[in-house]
């Protein structure tokens, strides 16, 4: 089947940097749409941003301007660049990605673990 693995969390002050990565990895024969969502405690996940399998990238106004999305596709892995951060960033960041499985070529979407990221002083 198909794993995805993110890294890049961790604690960082306010007005700083992070970028968090997620690997998918098994059965996969082509990666397209991804996306990163994030879930603060006591609130519901809220998509963050999307990468369409054109290129095309959309963000939530929050993070408008501070952070961005990008992918290697050779590498099967999609990037959240966090720059700016404020201590409302602090959450738990999942990445969801639309995979074609290897063996079927069926599309199926697959989420990561998450990564705690922390932004305090």
């Known amino acids: 089947q198909v794993h995805l693995a993110e890294s890049g969390g961790g604690l960082v002050q306010p007005g700083g940097s992070l970028r968090l990565s997620c690997v998918a990895s098994?059965?996969?024969?082509?990666?397209?749409?991804m996306s990163w969502y994030r879930q603060a405690p006591g609130k519901r996940r809220e998509l963050v941003a999307t990468?369409?399998?054109?290129?095309?990238?959309n963000y939530a106004d929050a993070v408008k301007g501070r952070f961005t999305i990008s992918r290697d596709r050779a590498k099967n892995t999609v990037y959240l660049q966090m720059n700016s951060l404020k201590p409302e960033d602090t959450a738990i960041y999942y990445c969801k990605m639309s995979v074609t499985i290897l063996d079927t070529l069926r599309r199926g979407e697959f989420w990561g673990q998450g990564t705690q990221v922390t932004v305090s002083s």
């Open positions: 990468r369409t399998t054109s290129g095309r990238t």
């Open positions: 098994g059965s996969v024969f082509l990666t397209n749409a």
